[in-house]
């Protein structure tokens, strides 16, 4: 989305970080909850994620110079660097993303010239509702629009990832930069990871709604076990390798996972599996049900995704496992599950509109009284 009309207020802080001079121009890319589908993605298989009405804001104005000159309404940490001297450094923190995308934008041959830019998010950091994507992605659409660059919303999505992988160092995958480069309001994007396929569906929710649930437990998704997860699950790809040629565990099937479950010896490993193979048909099942406006069975394949992330994944911990209990337990709630990578971060609720504030008011006391600090009830869109 692009924006001729800076908001009053990120123009006063923009002038007053870089100066006087030409008005920028604004910049926005949302954040995206993922319906159904975790830890599918960099498995090969289908995610079902929409975007969020809340995300991250940009204002940017070309130089003359090789200058990148970044400050953010969110952070203290300014950074003024020349092009020819980036490379990533753990101090440069929430920066490295906007230097990141300057890099893997000009290892692509697509040159960007000195800029200054101020960023302004209101996604909750960590909360896996992927500010760092979103951010990556508003940087991407300010750079390609003011240098006219030709860069495609899917090769804005592969950048994008690149940037977090090879530059920042966290080995995600295609899911979170695509919908939220490719997404449209309203709407949720089934989507096959390996493929770049997709197709749009209507979030038909008649009186419900997707409300997403913050533990404010923060995760560090490049600290978590998130790369230890990757790591199983291609070592279980490299044991069924023995008897069937799958380039990703979402190319199996449930039943022949268990067929040749026994060529898989560490029961750790076959778990991780489970899990993904489970997880692919789920998503597939979830897509339907949404199509078809069966809320009932949407609900139930959430549940028994957390139940999967739960038992055979290991991702959830004691503050999304008991969101998601206090969630189930509430009248109103067709079904709940973890989102994101996990590890803390945001769980979501199918609930009907008329049960929400009862929902909150439950969750913020219980979940308080087992944990020791509140959760947030987001209002927000999807």
């Not at 890099?103 to 101020?118: D, K, M, Q, W, Y």
């Not at 490719?182 to 009186?207: D, H, T, W, Y």
């Not at 496992?321 to 199918?350: P, Q, Y």
Request: a negative charge; one cysteine or more.
């Amino acid at each position: 989305m692009h924006t001729n009309e800076p908001n009053e207020k990120l123009l006063a802080a923009f002038f007053e970080n870089f100066g006087d001079g030409a008005s920028p121009q604004e910049f926005f890319a949302p954040g995206r909850v993922n319906i159904i589908g975790e830890h599918t993605d960099y498995n090969g298989g289908h995610v079902l994620p929409a975007p969020v009405n809340l995300g991250t804001t940009v204002l940017i104005r070309p130089r003359n110079d090789n200058q990148i000159h970044l400050a953010s309404t969110n952070f203290p940490l300014r950074m003024n660097i020349s092009i020819p001297n980036i490379e990533f450094r753990k101090s440069n923190d929430w920066a490295n993303y906007p230097l990141g995308m300057v890099h893997v934008f000009s290892r692509a041959g697509r040159i960007p010239g000195g800029f200054e830019a101020l960023f302004s998010g209101n996604l909750p950091n960590g909360a896996g509702l992927s500010s760092s994507a979103s951010l990556n992605v508003a940087i991407g659409k300010a750079l390609n629009q003011i240098f006219d660059l030709g860069i495609t919303h899917e090769e804005m999505a592969r950048l994008a990832q690149l940037c977090e992988n090879d530059f920042v160092g966290v080995n995600c995958g295609i899911m979170d930069p695509f919908a939220i480069a490719m997404g449209r309001p309203g709407e949720a994007v089934l989507l096959n990871c390996n493929q770049l396929k997709f197709k749009f569906i209507p979030l038909n929710l008649g009186e419900y709604k997707i409300v997403i649930v913050n533990t404010n437990k923060r995760r560090a998704l490049a600290d978590s076990k998130y790369n230890e997860r990757r790591a199983q699950c291609d070592a279980a790809v490299e044991y069924l390798a023995q008897k069937t040629t799958i380039p990703y565990l979402s190319y199996i099937s449930l039943s022949d996972l268990e067929i040749y479950s026994s060529y898989i010896p560490d029961e750790i490993l076959l778990r991780r599996a489970r899990h993904v193979v489970s997880e692919e048909q789920r998503v597939l099942n979830a897509a339907k049900a949404l199509e078809s406006g069966d809320l009932s069975e949407l609900g139930r394949l959430m549940s028994e995704s957390h139940a999967s992330l739960r038992d055979d994944y290991e991702v959830t911990g004691i503050e999304l496992d008991t969101l998601v209990n206090e969630a189930l337990a509430a009248e109103g709630v067709l079904g709940a599950r973890m989102t994101g990578a996990g590890f803390g971060g945001c769980a979501i609720a199918l609930a009907h509109k008329d049960a929400i504030p009862a929902l909150a008011a439950r969750l913020n006391a219980n979940y308080t009284a087992a944990i020791g600090y509140a959760p947030t009830v987001y209002d927000m869109a999807v």
